[in-house]
């Protein structure tokens, strides 16, 4: 898993350098915003529901009952802090790093994508089952629409919290764990 968390790892910060300390759009972005300016208030707001607190945070205790269930002690602990890692680092490091701001508030790399994706990156470690990477892209895709729709940040932005989530999760995830001796008796 250290490759793909590194290959992006590096691809988030690559994406981000050339907005830094800017406030325009790319031509991408702009492109993005036009089509999600036709829907209506309240369809955008359903569509970043995905990236609301209580919805990230039931997303991550469900991990956690799952790798307790599973008596997996350790992934637990890694579903409870890797999401945390991630969005502390995004919140304290990365954001004033790159200094791109939209409506007064740092967006590069978005937090409400790094929370978002950095639980369903874990969802998918746990469960390693098809439906939850598809229903995991599903609520990234809806929740981007959304977030761009609502003015809250650029689809680059969406991007680089995607790539720094996932690079986080894997990373945290890829650290060598003690293997219980096997029982004698």
């Known amino acids: 898993m250290w490759v793909p968390a590194a290959v992006c790892g ?3 910060v690559l994406l981000g350098l050339p907005f830094a300390g800017g406030s325009t759009p790319g031509a991408v972005d702009a492109t993005v915003a036009g089509w999600t ?45 890797a999401p945390l890692l991630a969005v502390l680092l995004n ?35 746990v469960t390693r089952k098809a439906y939850v990477v598809v229903l995991s892209a599903l609520a990234l895709l809806v929740a981007a629409a959304g977030l761009v729709g609502m003015g809250y940040h650029y689809l680059t932005d969406v991007v680089g919290g995607t790539l720094f989530a996932v690079a986080v999760v894997l990373l945290t995830w890829s650290v060598p764990r003690r293997v219980p001796a096997r029982s004698t008796g």
């Open 10 to 12: 590096l691809l988030a």
């Open 91 to 125: 919140a304290f490091l990365l954001k004033p790093l790159y200094d791109r701001w939209k409506n007064d508030t740092l967006v590069y790399p978005s937090g409400h994508t790094v929370s978002l994706v950095a639980v369903l990156t874990v969802l998918v470690l």
């Open 37 to 81: 300016a036709h829907l209506s208030p309240g369809v955008l707001r359903a569509l970043v529901l995905p990236t609301e607190p209580a919805v990230v945070i039931a997303l991550g205790v469900l991990a956690v009952v799952l790798c307790l269930r599973a008596g997996r002690r350790t992934d637990a602990a890694l579903a409870l802090g």
